[in-house]
């Protein structure tokens, strides 16, 4: 039997039909609460979603991920000739750099290995703005053979004895550029006469060394195989007080550029702006660095035979270059040790007149930002004259050498007659080259690289020692040398006769003697901080001149005081002589001058045995060959009669013969 409902049985729940006609009239809710919550869960979630998407239009995005790939290197051996030609002649020249180069034909790197591993670089950008860099491991150079001097881009100076050996390294720059990319090269010549035999030597060589890369090219060379059209091109400017563009745009045909180089004519100035012309090239040509237009490496040659007239536009040449990304090389001359201007041989190129050899001053240094050496010259008077003994520095200029530093590149200091370890002779200097005594050794010198910085940076240097702050301010006095005309030897006709000599020579040392007091004042100021300067260049720089100022102070009191001596009464001990020479000695006046010198000689002893081969070291062994003290000595010098003919006019001297003319003597054209 079933249950009833409700429904079934109205009398089982009499209300039942009271209430639902109540709920049927009420109003039927439009949501629920359940779902109220949910809308409301919704729209706040949405909100939420919305608020998020805003910001991240505001806040930075996360970078991208860099993806570095690798191209496989193409090991594949390409096909040579098999033709090949020998000689049996033997070579004098021989090496990678020159003349007598033969160190540069080792198989040497800074680090040894059996097997000899070149570093790989990396691909310079093409894009010209500020980007972050990433330091990529490298291998590091080894070779069979150890050495300092290995020429890596952005050492500063590499001797060289020949124009041709440096083009022969910038030859393996060129391809190593191509190995990355495509190629620029612009050949910057300077104007100058002096430089006319040395386009003429490079014009061959540049011959051989496009006839190499064409031959290379035609091997199948990888460097030039990656590469679908002209790897190489190349643009051709000269210089002199203005930029010349000799070539309209670059080119690969080498017929245009042989004809733009031998077209160069001498420059009617002497004023040679090299920094503007690399400036003016570096803005020009960079354009080709960028994609558009190939995306090529640009490369700066320079050949000059002086350092610039137009310092001010070194920090400018710089800026550009380094920002384009553009190594500058120069094939330049050395720059004399701690002086601005050298003496360059010239021989007057027509027989007609006279042959003599002539020497007229070139800027060519110094090889720092300001003078580090004494002016000061020895007491032999072998520097009184215009032919000072002038040492090679082992640099090229300062300014030019600082452009190729600080771009990437090279300085080639050239010299015909680069000969290490012994003196060379003016007889052995060639026409057109500069006048050294002496050659330091280039892998001696590179512990003693002068400060390629800035000339702000240079001062804050200056400041931080005052050792450092003392040399600078002294090497820029006024040039002080010792006592014109030096009088040694004072004959005796009588007592007031000898006085009057020996007065006239104590005035000459008056004169000198409160500029060495400046001078040793000045570098006393930063004796203290001497023993703080830990490098080589600052330490000998400083000791070097310590040391000789001392002892020209202390000649030159010890001469005046001696003269004085010998006013107060000196008897011969033969009587036969007559005359008082002063010689050079270890006497002293007082126990003051012989303790000065013995300062002295310490400062000078130190400079030769922590610095030896360096040019320090030869001034050092120079000035302690003659000793700082004096003495005298007795002579006799034969003597006339104060009035041989009795008051009469002495007799005309006979006429002498004329000498024979020779042709005339013309002067040097602007070099």
Not at 216 to 245: C, M, S, W, Y
């Amino acid at each position: 039997m079933s249950e009833a409902t409700p429904e079934s049985n109205p009398v089982a729940d009499p209300a039942s039909a009271a209430d639902r006609a109540a709920i049927d009239e009420r109003p039927l809710p439009l949501v629920d609460a359940e779902s109220a919550a949910w809308a409301t869960s919704f729209v706040v979630h949405l909100g939420l979603l919305l608020l998020l998407a805003a910001a991240t239009l505001v806040l930075p995005g996360r970078p991208g991920d860099l993806d570095l790939a690798y191209e496989p290197l193409d090991l594949t051996e390409p096909e040579l000739t098999e033709e090949f030609a020998s000689t049996d002649e033997l070579l004098d020249d021989i090496g990678a750099l020159g003349a007598n180069e033969t160190d540069s034909a080792l198989a040497a790197a800074a680090e040894y290995s059996l097997d000899s591993i070149v570093s790989i670089e990396p691909e310079l950008t093409p894009v010209m703005a500020e980007m972050a860099t990433l330091d990529l491991p490298t291998e590091t150079i080894t070779a069979p053979e150890l050495s300092e001097l290995t020429p890596v881009q952005g050492i500063g100076s590499i001797g060289t004895s020949a124009a041709e050996g440096a083009i022969d390294r910038i030859t393996h720059e060129i391809l190593t550029s191509l190995a990355q990319r495509p190629t620029l090269v612009v050949w910057m010549f300077d104007q100058s006469g002096s430089m006319r035999a040395e386009r003429e030597r490079v014009l061959t060589r540049f011959r051989r060394i496009y006839e190499e890369l064409g031959v290379i090219e035609a091997a199948g060379n990888p460097a030039f195989k990656k590469h679908q059209d002209k790897p190489l091109l190349t643009a051709v400017v000269g210089f002199d007080a203005e930029p010349h563009r000799l070539t309209d745009e670059p080119t690969d045909d080498f017929a245009a550029i042989e004809k733009s180089i031998t077209g160069i004519t001498d420059a009617d100035t002497q004023v040679e702006n090299v920094f503007g012309a690399v400036t003016t090239a570096a803005e020009r040509y960079r354009r080709y660095r960028t994609s558009r237009n190939g995306g090529r490496n640009v490369m700066l040659v320079i050949f000059t035979d002086e350092s610039g007239d137009d310092f001010d536009m070194l920090d400018e040449a710089v800026d550009v270059c380094r920002k384009s990304a553009i190594p500058v090389y120069v094939v330049g001359r050395p720059a004399p040790f701690g002086r601005e201007f050298a003496r360059v041989k010239w021989v007057d190129p027509d027989p007609n007149f006279d042959q003599r050899p002539q020497w007229p001053p070139v800027r060519l240094g110094p090889e720092s930002l300001m003078p580090e050496r004494l002016k000061l010259s020895f007491a032999d008077n072998r520097d009184q004259g215009e032919l000072e003994e002038l040492l090679d520095s082992g640099f090229g200029p300062y300014a030019l050498t600082r452009l190729c530093y600080e771009t990437g590149g090279l300085y080639f200091t050239v010299h015909p007659n680069r000969v290490v370890g012994r003196n060379v002779s003016p007889g052995e200097i060639d026409t057109l080259a500069v006048r050294f005594t002496r050659f330091v050794d280039p892998d001696v010198m590179r512990r003693y690289q002068p400060e390629y910085v800035s000339v702000a940076k240079y001062e804050r240097l200056l400041a931080t020692n005052r050792a450092r702050r003392a040399l600078v301010e002294a090497a820029q006095l006024s040039w002080t040398s010792p006592m014109e005309d030096v009088r040694l030897r004072f004959p005796k006709r009588d007592e007031a006769a000898l006085a009057q000599l020996l007065s006239a020579a104590q005035r000459s040392a008056a004169i000198l003697q409160p500029k060495i007091d400046r001078l040793v004042q000045v570098l006393s100021a930063g004796e203290e901080d001497r023993g703080r300067l830990t490098e080589p260049r600052w330490q000998a720089g400083f000791d070097l001149a310590m040391g000789r100022a001392l002892a020209v102070q202390v000649r030159t009191a010890g001469y005046n005081a001696m003269l004085a001596q010998a006013k107060q009464g000196m008897a011969f001990k033969v009587e036969r002589n007559n005359t008082w020479v002063l010689r050079h000695g270890d006497d002293y006046a007082n126990s003051m001058l012989e303790k000065t010198a013995d300062a002295a000689r310490q400062y000078l002893e130190r400079v030769v045995a922590d610095h030896p081969g360096t040019p320090w070291q030869m001034l050092a062994e120079r000035e302690l060959e003659t000793p700082l003290g004096w003495e005298w000595r007795e002579a006799y010098t034969p003597m006339r009669p104060e009035n041989p003919n009795n008051n009469n006019r002495p007799p005309r001297p006979r006429p002498e013969p004329m000498a024979p003319q020779g042709p005339p003597r013309r002067n040097p054209p602007p070099l």
